[in-house]
């Protein structure tokens, strides 16, 4: 059942906001639509705390359970996300304290999938991130729960105020936390370098060793890495996680998992009977001999919520992703609708007809402060309108704005990594009728010119710095100015598209003498550097990298391409 989800301030609960109220009152449809939702992010929570461990389904059975046999308690609709990963985290920790390592079922651990290798399957990690994937294994229990809630974080999916929550300390601690787990987890990543490589030193000290990490021979690796100069020797510029995180979406949840919401310890007619108000009409109604089909996945009668996607259905998109949306610009874009019939391709002449613009996914170098600009070609100006008069400030996900005529646009950012760091999900371009040009960048400093220095020594620039961390673009993304400006022609809708790292966007009518003025104001007056021209006059000045023709109902779903 599709339900028309409201988009404000932060908190992907938000978007939730009338289907968690429809459960409450008692909607199987909207209970069913929340548990399809949100059980791919309690299993990817779970599934990385534990790694795989044959107790993850159990968990994951308990803290949906809960979720739904507590959710009438829930008084803020807006907090769900946090208040289910809190759930979740609960779940993970009573199951430590009632499991003390020395008494784990070890054959049933070595049955059960390991997440990580699970993670490298499913998503088809290659290089560093796959690195990052296997290096999970050896960190211990406590920084594996954070690691889980970090990753998330990175990737979009947890605010630092959810993730402080779920671990049930400050913000303050967890950044301190957070920070310990990520020199964790590059130690962690040298061994596994080391492991995949040829030193025969390593091969002699682990010739007793079982194949299983854990705590005494990850100090005794880490002590052979440090002073060995073949596995110290890193060949290749080493990206740091959170990075690498931010193109890895969520592992799709293996096919033939199954979740039964009315069981879980009691049957169904007692979960009825011992539940009050809310509780007993979910319970009643999930219950019913009936079936309700999802995307991807069935609730059955009794609950029972059963994965029957084939396996080599793509997993459904959560957020754009570096590896997911750049594309080269040659390759073709698959369709999105198979046809039994092949449309036929347009003829040469039409496609040199069709598109028009530049590709600007090769990421270009900071020019030098005091490199003066090229010539900005002036095109016509009949005037630009916008739907949010002289000026629009989008700060929050799913507001937009259309603009409409012939002008300049000034789209200006405001980043905030002490708000909220990691992946940045880029604003898209949609819904274009004529064309539009990426034709200058502005302000006096691109976002990641440095502004200062923290107080350990790293650099401060407007991306973040060491206290409040970084906001980190898509692979291929185009690095921003404080002002960057384009030219429309036509009528075409920018989309906020926030989920991560918290930004805004404030966005302008303007004039080519305005533009012509920012660019050119540089050093002398104080700002950092001059500004870049990108156009050339032509239909062969650059266009926006995110922007499409068409009209997504997710507007943060537009490929990472640079041609129209």
């Known amino acids: 059942m599709s339900r028309e989800r409201t988009y404000v301030d932060e908190g992907a609960g938000r978007q939730w906001r009338s289907t968690i109220a429809a459960a409450q009152a008692g909607d199987r449809h909207a209970l069913d639509e929340l548990v399809e939702g949100w059980l791919p992010l309690v299993y990817n929570v779970v599934g990385r705390a534990l790694n795989g461990h044959a107790d993850v389904d159990d968990v994951v059975q308990e803290t949906m359970l809960r979720a739904v ?60 991130r796959r690195e990052v994937a296997e290096a999970v294994r050896w960190l211990d229990d406590e920084d594996r729960q954070l690691l889980s809630l970090w990753w998330l974080e990175v990737a979009g999916e947890l605010t630092r105020r959810e993730l402080a929550a779920a671990a049930g300390i400050s913000r303050q601690h967890a950044a301190v936390r957070v920070q ?14 080391a492991l995949n490589g040829a030193c025969p030193d390593l091969r002699e000290l682990t010739a007793r060793w079982s194949g299983r990490p854990d705590s005494v021979w990850r100090k005794r690796l880490a002590r052979h890495i440090k002073g060995c100069g073949y596995c110290g020797d890193t060949r290749e510029s080493v990206v740091p996680a959170e990075r690498l995180l931010v193109g890895i979406a969520l592992v799709p949840i293996p096919v033939g998992f199954t979740l039964s919401l009315a069981l879980g310890g009691k049957t169904a007619v007692a979960a009825t009977a011992t539940s009050v108000g809310w509780s007993a009409k979910v ?49 073709p874009v698959p369709s999105v609708t198979p046809s039994a019939t092949p449309s036929p391709s347009p003829s040469v002449t039409q496609r040199k007809v069709e598109l028009y613009g530049t ?45 409409s005529g012939q002008g300049y646009v000034l789209v200006r950012w405001q980043i905030a990594p002490h708000d909220r760091p990691g992946g940045l999900t880029m604003p898209t371009w949609t819904g274009l009728k004529g064309k539009i040009f ?16 923290a107080a350990d020594g790293g650099p401060v620039t407007g991306m973040g710095g060491p206290d409040t961390g970084y906001t980190v673009l898509p692979d291929g993304t185009q ?11 036509g009528t075409v809708t920018l989309n906020q ?40 006059g032509k239909d062969d000045t650059p266009v926006p990298q995110y922007v499409t023709r068409t009209t997504p109902a997710d507007p943060a779903t537009v490929p990472q391409r640079s041609r129209v």
């Open 69 to 128: 046999d507590n959710l009438g308690s829930l008084r803020d609709p807006d907090s769900f996300r946090s208040w289910l990963v809190a759930i979740a985290m609960r779940q993970i920790r009573d199951r430590a304290r009632r499991k003390q390592p020395a008494h784990l079922d070890e054959s049933a651990a070595r049955e059960a999938t390991d997440f990580a290798e699970l993670t490298v399957l499913r998503l088809q990690l290659e290089g560093q």
């Open 283 to 331: 319970m009643a109604a999930i219950t019913q001999p009936a079936v309700a089909v999802t995307a991807g996945a069935t609730i059955v009668a009794g609950g029972a919520y059963v994965v029957t996607q084939t396996p080599d259905a793509p997993p459904r998109a959560v957020a754009p992703t570096a590896s997911s949306t750049a594309r080269p610009p040659s390759a």
């Open 479 to 489: 690095q921003m100015w404080q002002n960057e400006y384009f030219y429309v022609d």
């Open 359 to 403: 590709v600007v996914d090769a990421v270009d170098r900071a020019p030098d402060p005091n490199a003066r600009p090229a010539a900005l070609p002036h095109r016509p100006e009949s005037g630009i309108t916008s739907t949010w008069g002289a000026r629009a400030v989008m700060q929050h996900r799913g507001e937009s704005v259309t603009l």
């Open 180 to 193: 310990r787990v990520k020199e964790r987890l590059e130690t962690a990543r040298g061994i596994v370098r």
């Open 438 to 453: 990426h034709v200058a960048s502005g302000g006096g400093r691109r976002m990641d010119d440095v502004t200062g220095e």
């Open 497 to 536: 598209n926030e989920r991560g790292a918290s930004y805004g966007l404030t966005v302008f009518p303007s004039s080519w003498n305005a533009v012509n003025e920012d660019i050119n104001s540089g050093p002398p007056e104080g700002a950092k550097r001059y500004g870049l021209v990108r156009d050339t």
